[in-house]
């Protein structure tokens, strides 16, 4: 315990310190990645410049779809019967430690169903867990609880909603031509993969809690959150005009979440059972919407979520502009090219999983990252005879795993649990290197198998 305690602390210091702040982080990728295709591809400064522009407006869908998500989750924990629920939930701790734990297998789990519950339900039972325990006659110290919620989204593309596996197991993608569909039985439902899932599951869920400091360095949670958390449901004036009625009358927005959950219903006939983003959207405001007390009421909680959208919509399409240099100028291919150079048959899947974790930093999307460098690692493994869902794998791993020390996915929880990205960086590089074993270990058994 307290050798975990020793370790963590100079990464914690090292971040508080000297990790800039989530926007003046994507500056400097952004810089980085200039000088980077200038110095290793043909490209022009203007041509450079042009791919950086070019790319800003590429994740304005899934900017929109993130804060849809992030509102509509937000609202949805805010009504009356789920902030009842997230409040027994909180009570269920007898320790500190119990409720790290708790936090990490919570958001784990939800991870492996999707990332976006993983990411959204991880902050929010952090939340709720911290503002409970602030309650008890011990303590707890909340970067830590957020971190270990983060900490769950490090075994997402193991699940459900792995954007790689998922992607070559669809007839008509762009990989068809070279190796076929790749159904999600030689992938993500392979025993070495549900192995290696349940390994880090554990993983966050023992280490997390080892991590607590001394009770004197404990951060308990910012009494303001629990204030917003405790305030009263939304009230309506005894005397309404006829308007006024119609506008707070609960039937109104229990029809319209119906119609939504009818939707889902449908889609989910015709297309099979999906958690795509649009899903996972309709899916938090159906629900909101159906809790809510009235469509003003809704409105209300609605607003008071909007507020934790503002980092994602500014910081969102740059990113999106560092991934149109990396795909435009070839400097993607560059990084991978050199990598696999260096490869053999046994150990290009744990090479892809370097190269994926190494890309994630500029490249932040597991279905954008795989769309630019999934060619250039199936073309490698056809090459050297390895079976492609190796690389599938592979690139999955690098992604997730690199996820514990890139920020960009932080901005959506520190949303919810009101924190700074320096607050929780330093405890996720611990989960960052101890997963970093694990999944290194995985993929150099994988090639010892072939």
Wanted: charged share 10%; with cysteine; aromatic share 12%.
């Amino acid at each position: 315990m307290k050798a975990l305690q020793v370790l963590a602390r100079p990464f914690v210091l090292f971040v508080e310190r000297y990790y800039p702040d989530a926007f003046i982080f994507v500056i400097i990728l952004s810089v980085i990645t200039f000088m980077a295709a200038l110095a290793l591809t043909d490209a022009t400064p203007a041509s450079t410049l042009m791919a950086w522009g070019d790319g800003l407006p590429m994740l304005f869908k899934f900017t929109a779809q993130i804060t849809i998500i992030m509102v509509g989750a937000h609202t949805l924990a805010h009504t009356e019967p789920i902030r009842n629920f997230l409040v027994k939930i909180g009570q269920l701790p007898k320790s500190a430690h119990q409720a790290y734990a708790l936090v990490a297998f919570t958001a784990g789990v939800a991870s492996l169903f999707a990332w976006s519950f993983g990411l959204i339900i991880g902050a929010i039972v952090a939340r709720s867990v911290a503002s409970e325990c602030s309650k008890k006659p011990f303590k707890i110290h909340y970067p830590l609880m957020v971190a270990s919620a983060y900490s769950g989204y490090v075994i997402w593309h193991m699940g459900y909603s792995s954007s790689s596996a998922l992607a070559v197991a669809t007839p008509g993608h762009f990989l068809e031509d070279k190796v076929g569909v790749i159904p999600v039985t030689e992938t993500i439902l392979t025993s070495t993969n549900i192995t290696l899932a349940l390994i880090g599951l554990a993983t966050i869920t023992i280490i997390c809690p080892l991590m607590h400091p001394k009770d004197d360095d404990a951060l308990e949670i910012d009494p303001k959150l629990i204030a917003v958390k405790d305030k009263k449901p939304f009230e309506t004036k005894n005397e309404q005009s006829f308007v006024e009625k119609f506008e707070n009358h609960q039937s109104l927005n229990v029809f319209l979440g119906l119609a939504i959950i009818a939707y889902i219903a449908l889609f989910w006939s015709k297309q099979g059972f999906a958690l795509t983003l649009d899903i996972v959207s309709w899916t938090f405001l159906a629900l909101g919407l159906l809790l809510a007390g009235s469509p003003m009421h809704f409105i209300k909680l609605i607003n008071n979520a909007a507020a934790t959208v503002g980092p994602i919509i500014l910081q969102y399409p740059f990113y999106s502009g560092i991934m149109g240099m990396m795909a435009t100028t070839g400097l993607m291919k560059v990084i991978s090219d050199w990598i696999v150079s260096i490869a053999t048959p046994e150990t290009l899947g744990f090479f892809a999983f370097l190269s994926g974790g190494l890309v994630n930093l500029f490249v932040p999307s597991g279905g954008g990252q795989w769309a630019v460098q999934g060619p250039i690692m199936i073309e490698s493994a056809l090459s050297l005879g390895v079976d492609p869902a190796v690389v599938v794998l592979g690139v999955s791993y690098g992604d997730q795993w690199s996820n514990m020390i890139q920020p960009f996915w932080t901005i959506p929880v520190l949303a919810i649990a009101g924190l700074h990205m320096r607050q929780i960086l330093g405890y996720t590089f611990v989960i960052f290197i101890f997963t970093g074993l694990i999944y290194g270990s995985g993929m150099l058994y994988m090639g010892s198998a072939l």
